[in-house]
């Protein structure tokens, strides 16, 4: 069973740099999947901040673009979000979520989530 | 970059009742790349539905998947307990992917 673990700060000053990696068990990385981040700010709908493939090939949320970095450590079998310059606007619950291509890109496995707040 | 609108806002019902969720999509959509997700409280979102009609694995056939184009619709066919929960759209083109802004199901 494929399972995916958020870890990474809670609490993130802001201008700083939000990192969380994901760690993936139960699954090759290498197998046909798009690996993707999306976020849910309190209250509020859902995200979609990008997505890594397993030879690193990306692709971003336009109006997150300029800040947002995925990568990928197939050694590890992780992926990792870096989103720079964050503000109060940026907390939110951090969700890393498997995009299964024969299902046309849906997400069937999911993280928990991990909380992460932009505060001084 | 397209747009899903999900109506209605919150849908009150009763246990045992019909629910009818409504995405549209700002321009067509294929309909290979549109997915419902039911979310509660304090947990990740759950796929239902992938390629507008095909039910997830685990998932009970009380809900269906229909539409194309622009217009799609989640069906619940007879409330559960277990179903009061808020429901997404998400449809992914151009390797842009968005989600609607959800639908509430709550207890009448």
């Known amino acids: 069973q494929v399972q995916l673990q958020e870890s990474g700060p809670g609490l993130v000053k802001p201008s700083g740099t939000l990192s969380l990696t994901c760690a993936v068990s139960?699954?090759?990385?290498?197998?046909?999947?798009?690996w993707s981040w999306v976020r849910q700010s309190p209250g509020k709908g859902l995200e979609w901040i990008g997505e890594?493939?397993?030879?690193?090939?990306?692709n971003y949320n336009p109006s997150l673009k300029s800040r947002v970095t995925i990568s990928v450590d197939k050694s590890k079998n992780n992926f990792s979000l870096k989103l720079s310059s964050v503000t109060a606007a940026d907390t939110a619950v951090y969700y890393c979520?498997?995009?299964?291509?024969?299902?046309?890109?849906?997400?069937?496995?999911w993280g928990q989530g991990t909380m992460v707040t932009v505060s001084s | 970059e397209i747009v899903l609108t999900q109506s209605p806002g919150t849908l009150s019902l009763s246990p045992g009742e019909r629910a009818t969720l409504s995405c549209r999509a700002s321009?067509?959509?294929?309909?290979?790349?549109l997915a419902w997700y039911q979310q509660k409280p304090g947990q990740a979102p759950r796929l239902l539905i992938f390629?507008?009609?095909s039910r997830a694995t685990g998932i009970p056939d009380r809900f269906s998947g229909s539409g194309s184009g622009t217009d799609f619709t989640l069906t619940i066919s007879r409330l559960e307990p277990e179903d009061f929960a808020v429901y997404y759209c998400?449809?992914?083109?151009?390797?842009?992917?968005?989600f609607g802004p959800g639908t509430k199901v709550d207890i009448k």
């Open positions: 139960g699954a090759s990385f290498t197998s046909s999947n798009w």
């Open positions: 321009q067509s959509v294929s309909s290979s790349f």
């Open positions: 979520t498997r995009g299964v291509i024969a299902m046309f890109y849906a997400f069937d496995t």
């Open positions: 390629g507008a009609s």
């Open positions: 890594i493939y397993h030879s690193g090939t990306t």
């Open positions: 998400q449809q992914y083109g151009s390797s842009l992917l968005t």
